[in-house]
């Protein structure tokens, strides 16, 4: 648990020291289905991160929807 969090935290730090990028929309990850739902059983847990793991899912349909 105490590395997902810490991966979380360090992916979204990861955005704050970068620079500006020459594409012009954010890329998308894509994640199979079955780390989706070991995700979801470990988001269960972890409330505060599920929160942000929302947000996250909002801006990547916002991207998905702009970028296509």
Excluded: H, K, W, Y
């Excluded at 979204?12 to 990028?21: F, K, N, V, Y």
């Excluded at 269960?44 to 996250?56: E, G, I, K």
């Amino acid at each position: 648990m105490r590395r997902l969090v810490m991966l979380s935290v360090l992916v979204l730090l990861s955005g704050c020291g970068a620079g500006t990028s020459d594409r012009p929309c954010p890329r998308v990850t894509e994640f199979p289905a079955e780390l989706q739902r070991q995700a979801v059983l470990e988001l269960a847990n972890a409330p505060a991160l599920a929160r942000m793991m929302d947000a996250m899912a909002a801006d990547r349909a916002f991207n998905t929807a702009i970028c296509g």
